[in-house]
């Protein structure tokens, strides 16, 4: 936030598919698209938000580990928040943790607090990492079960409360609240303080930046941990992709500053 002026993440989601013409069939490809994304952009972002299934569906694993260790040496003080969205109990959790933290080397995971405590934990344990819980989601269907009413409130205020009251007693949580609900990115910042909110859905989801500013910024003009991926990783289509990239991470990053 403060390094770089920027509430900007960028979301390294890589589909082949959709990599520029001279790229196709290298069998480093995924690594070195995202990682010309990541030069291009490092002055520009508060953190990189690489979402694991793209990687893990193409074999490319070890494209990922390579990746977050290139962005922590060549940028160092950008942090890597690694969505993977896991959930899990006991051993099993303490083995994705880890997958994420030892394996990868993140800085961050993202997690699913159904399970309760004592699933985070083994995440929590990492004293220098991060954990980021889902509270309400950008999807449509996030409503099936978020806006559930729980003793007088919604489920996805329950879980703003409990992580920012009971679970975050070593300042490691954060919590992911969509773009495209700002009434509710405003509720959960009015129950949670300052603490830090991961903000998908602008860009290619439709998340309206002015309002999402307004409704979860701090007092600080900080708070928030706004992604972007499809919109700034798919700017171009040639081999000046990064450079394209580049420009659309800009305009957002300015965008945002500018309701800050």
Same mark, same amino acid.
Not at 13 to 22: G, L
Not at 68 to 88: S, W, Y
Not at 180 to 186: C, D, K, S, V, Y
């Given at each position: 936030?403060?390094?770089?002026?920027?509430?900007?993440?960028?979301?390294?989601?890589?589909?082949?598919?959709?990599?520029?013409?001279?790229?196709?069939?290298?069998?480093?490809?995924?690594?070195?698209?995202?990682?010309?994304?990541a030069?291009a952009?490092?002055?520009?972002v508060?953190?990189?938000?690489?979402?694991?299934?793209?990687?893990?569906?193409?074999?490319?694993?070890?494209?990922l580990?390579?990746?977050?260790?290139?962005i922590?040496?060549?940028?160092?003080?950008?942090?890597?928040?690694? @969505?993977?969205?896991?959930?899990?109990? $006991?051993?099993? /959790?303490?083995?994705?943790?880890? !997958?994420?933290?030892?394996?990868? &080397?993140?800085?961050?995971?993202?997690?699913?607090?159904?399970?309760?405590?004592?699933?985070?934990?083994?995440?929590?344990?990492?004293?220098?990492?991060?954990?980021?819980?889902l509270?309400?989601?950008?999807n449509?269907?996030?409503?099936?079960?978020?806006?559930l009413?729980?003793?007088?409130?919604k489920?996805?205020?329950?879980?703003?409360?409990?992580?920012?009251?009971?679970?975050?007693?070593?300042?490691?949580?954060?919590?992911?609240?969509?773009?495209?609900?700002?009434?509710?990115?405003?509720?959960v910042?009015?129950?949670v303080? @300052?603490?830090?909110l991961?903000?998908? $859905?602008?860009g /290619?989801?439709?998340g309206?930046? !002015?309002?999402?500013?307004?409704? &979860?910024?701090?007092?600080?003009?900080?708070?928030?941990?706004?992604?972007?991926?499809?919109?700034?990783?798919?700017?171009?289509?040639?081999?000046?992709?990064?450079?394209?990239?580049?420009?659309?991470?800009?305009?957002?990053?300015?965008?945002?500053?500018?309701?800050?």
């Amino acid at each position: 936030w403060q390094k770089n002026d920027s509430l900007l993440c960028v979301g390294l989601d890589p589909d082949p598919a959709k990599f520029p013409a001279h790229l196709k069939g290298r069998p480093d490809a995924i690594f070195e698209f995202c990682k010309s994304i990541a030069d291009a952009t490092a002055d520009l972002v508060c953190c990189f938000k690489p979402q694991i299934a793209y990687f893990a569906a193409n074999g490319a694993e070890d494209q990922l580990k390579a990746l977050i260790a290139h962005i922590h040496v060549n940028h160092p003080g950008i942090p890597v928040i690694l @969505d993977a969205k896991r959930g899990d109990i $006991g051993s099993t /959790a303490e083995q994705y943790a880890k !997958e994420i933290f030892e394996r990868y &080397g993140a800085d961050a995971i993202t997690a699913n607090p159904y399970m309760g405590k004592d699933s985070v934990d083994p995440y929590l344990a990492y004293a220098d990492k991060g954990v980021i819980l889902l509270c309400r989601t950008s999807n449509p269907g996030g409503s099936d079960l978020q806006f559930l009413d729980v003793g007088g409130k919604k489920l996805y205020e329950h879980v703003a409360e409990l992580v920012a009251t009971k679970w975050n007693t070593t300042g490691q949580c954060a919590l992911v609240v969509g773009a495209t609900f700002p009434g509710e990115i405003a509720r959960v910042r009015e129950i949670v303080g @300052d603490l830090p909110l991961l903000v998908p $859905g602008i860009g /290619a989801q439709g998340g309206d930046v !002015e309002a999402t500013l307004q409704a &979860g910024r701090t007092a600080a003009g900080t708070g928030l941990i706004i992604n972007n991926s499809r919109a700034v990783l798919y700017a171009g289509k040639g081999e000046d992709y990064a450079q394209a990239a580049r420009q659309a991470a800009q305009v957002s990053r300015d965008l945002i500053n500018r309701y800050r």
